[in-house]
């Protein structure tokens, strides 16, 4: 992977605070060279307050940024070597696309023959050259957030910030440009440092993610470990959709999860520590690593109820039922016709669960 | 009878579909009783409003022998442009008879750069205090605006001294740096809420682009700023060419703007009162911030809405 590569970025200790508010807490991120790396979590949780303070947006409080080994922590947001794409595409209203996309050139005094190379680079890497003489307003939202993207291209940079950039778009353009993000990244190779809240968006693009919340960084992992081994109660919510499934309980003995006469057998669940706890805590366990029909059978635990309702989403169906009187929903396939009231059989494998500790909500 | 929401059969007679009821657009009447009232009232209040202008301007057309006759509201019967050409050039003010013409040369060498002055720095003022927020930003804001809510005959004797005492007294420029004063709280207040208005982002971007304080300013914000520099372009020339207290206070008699002019040719009480002439001389006076209005109406709307929408 580009971890090798040496480090881009790299936050120390960072704090930000607005009077008495703390809205980044020692904070500290290294990004590798060419790394792709996902600010992942709900609205308020910093994510974005981090990336304008890694742009020079913001004044921070505590702590330095380095951006390819140079201290950067008292820059000018120009002097830092990044471009950066805004959710509202922030283009200049009054200016061509060419003029929108020379304008950082122009007032760094860059030399026109350089400007007009770079533009013509940046405009055939994004397809935008017929549309280099039109004003924004005549571009569609996909457009202006191709040409709000060469505007940080023509830059020349080595970090590329994105803030939610494609929140402003429809499901279908959103999907398109998603992987066309991705390709310019396996194209350019700079690094990119890419904030969302929307998942799909983060688990697609990423080499790393970073779920935050509360300005506090909760785990910083590839996607699929963050989506297999979530550290606590809130990533593991957070992440996957439909969301995962919750079982409050007892820990008895660190081999058994107890609830409501369900007991789950814990012996291939994989403890983050050697030791056993015991006592409240809570089950977590995908939809989608629920088997159903005859493959429960041979599940280590299964158990069979009776289907609640039935939300067919097309490519599969999502089936709610109850275990222990609490809701539960697992994923079959879209061919299966269920109806309320049939009987079901369902069981998992407990090493695909998770278990979080009821109180701390930590992973067990 | 088939339930209105099945469509019809292809087949169905024209009584069938009548039956089902209203369909398409809505049919509307040009005399309904809304109409009536809406057009009345705008009609009355516009003839309420444009009857003393109508009077005024037949009244500068009429012969001073026509005028005695008392018929105010008839058009006049031998058009002459005698009391425009008088009121214009010849008309005593004072001590000088040379009309109006004096006053409004004066009055231009008051607007224009009172205008461009206090534009120019309530623009960038209002610039800086939404977009760069220093600190005592907030304080510096009120003060500003408090100023707006002082009565001007307070400070009227202070400014003469003050005047005075820099040598400007009875000046153009004095009363030029008057009126660019008195215009900044209003001025900056419309510039800072415009400018407030616009997205956060754009700024940031100019930023990352490298722009400096300057750079953002003329570059991406003033170009976007036309609707709002209009309005203040049309509040101050109206404004400062309709002053009349300031300019009576802070001039002398040859640097007397227009309308202190128009007041001294109305007012004289020595020999006969010619109205056609006094009207005449009052439709010059105003003939200017009417002319701005006319050819501005649309981008004033316009920049008066936008400003409004953040407080």
Request: glycine share 10%; with cysteine; net charge positive.
């Amino acid at each position: 992977m580009a971890a090798a590569n040496g480090t881009s970025v790299s936050i120390q200790d960072l704090s930000l605070n607005f009077g008495a508010v703390s809205v980044l807490q020692t904070l500290n991120l290294d990004v590798a060279e060419g790394e792709f790396i996902v600010l992942l979590g709900p609205s308020g949780c910093g994510k974005s307050t981090l990336l304008n303070c890694i742009a020079g947006l913001l004044d921070i409080s505590e702590g330095r940024i380095f951006i390819k080994g140079k201290n950067v922590t008292w820059e000018e947001p120009k002097d830092r070597g990044i471009g950066m794409v805004f959710q509202s595409y922030a283009l200049y209203p009054q200016m061509t696309v060419e003029k929108n996309l020379s304008f950082g050139l122009r007032v760094a005094g860059v030399p026109k023959d350089e400007i007009a190379k770079r533009i013509a680079r940046a405009a055939e890497i994004l397809q935008i050259e017929p549309l280099l003489q039109r004003k924004p307003a005549a571009l569609s939202g996909g457009q202006r957030q191709r040409v709000a993207i060469g505007r940080a291209l023509v830059r020349d940079v080595d970090v590329f910030l994105f803030d939610e950039p494609l929140s402003n778009l429809d499901a279908k353009l959103r999907s398109e440009l998603r992987v066309e993000i991705k390709l310019l990244h396996r194209k350019l190779q700079n690094t990119m440092i890419y904030v969302t809240h929307d998942q799909i968006e983060a688990m697609t693009l990423a080499d790393r993610i970073a779920v935050m919340r509360g300005g506090v960084i909760q785990q910083l992992d590839a996607p699929q470990t963050i989506y297999n081994r979530p550290v606590n109660r809130f990533v593991a919510g957070f992440l996957g959709s439909p969301a995962m499934n919750f079982l409050e309980g007892q820990l008895e003995a660190g081999s058994t999860f107890k609830t409501d006469g369900v007991s789950v057998p814990l012996e291939r669940y994989a403890f983050d520590g050697t030791e056993r706890p015991t006592g409240a805590c809570v089950l977590g366990i995908r939809p989608e690593h629920i088997a159903f029909g005859e493959a429960a059978k041979s599940m280590p635990f299964s158990a069979s109820g009776s289907v609640e309702i039935v939300e067919p989403m097309g490519s599969d169906t999502l089936v709610w039922t109850k275990l222990g009187g609490r809701n539960l929903s697992f994923r079959v396939e879209a061919e299966r016709t269920l109806r309320s009231g049939d009987p079901v059989q369902f069981g998992f494998d407990p090493a695909r669960a998770s278990l979080f500790d009821a109180a701390t909500g930590n992973r067990l | 009878m088939a339930d209105p929401a099945v469509p019809l059969p292809a087949g169905a007679g024209a009584a069938e579909r009548e039956a089902l009821g209203p369909r398409g657009p809505k049919p509307r009447h040009v005399f309904s009783r809304r109409n009536i009232f809406l057009y009345g009232t705008l009609f009355v209040v516009a003839v309420y409003y444009l009857l003393p202008l109508y009077v005024m301007v037949v009244t500068s057309l009429k012969g001073m022998p026509e005028i005695r006759l008392g018929n105010i509201f008839s058009p006049p019967l031998e058009i002459t442009f005698e009391p425009w050409v008088k009121a214009w050039a010849t008309a005593c003010t004072g001590l000088n008879c040379d009309g109006l013409s004096r006053g409004f040369w004066n009055s231009v060498r008051i607007t224009v750069p009172s205008v461009l002055l206090s534009i120019a720095i309530a623009s960038v003022n209002g610039y800086a205090l939404a977009n760069w927020r220093f600190k005592g930003a907030d304080t510096f804001f009120v003060i500003l605006i408090v100023g707006a809510f002082i009565p001007y005959q307070v400070m009227i004797y202070p400014i003469v001294i003050i005047l005075r005492e820099i040598g400007l007294y009875g000046s153009l420029s004095g009363l030029v740096i008057v009126h660019s004063i008195f215009g900044m709280p209003i001025l900056t207040l419309l510039f800072r809420n415009y400018f407030a208005s616009m997205p956060e982002e754009l700024f940031r971007a100019a930023r990352v682009d490298g722009a400096g304080f300057w750079g953002i300013f003329l570059r991406i914000m003033a170009p976007m700023s036309l609707p709002i520099f209009v309005v203040a372009i049309i509040l101050q020339v109206t404004g400062i060419w309709n002053d009349f207290l300031f300019g009576v206070v802070y001039t002398r008699p040859d640097t007397y703007p227009m309308t202190v002019q128009l007041n001294n040719i109305v007012n004289s009480v020595q020999g006969v009162k010619e109205y056609n002439v006094n009207m005449a001389a009052t439709i010059l006076t105003g003939l200017v911030p009417l002319i701005v209005y006319f050819i501005s109406g649309k981008l004033f709307v316009r920049g008066i809405a936008a400003g409004a929408v953040k407080g």
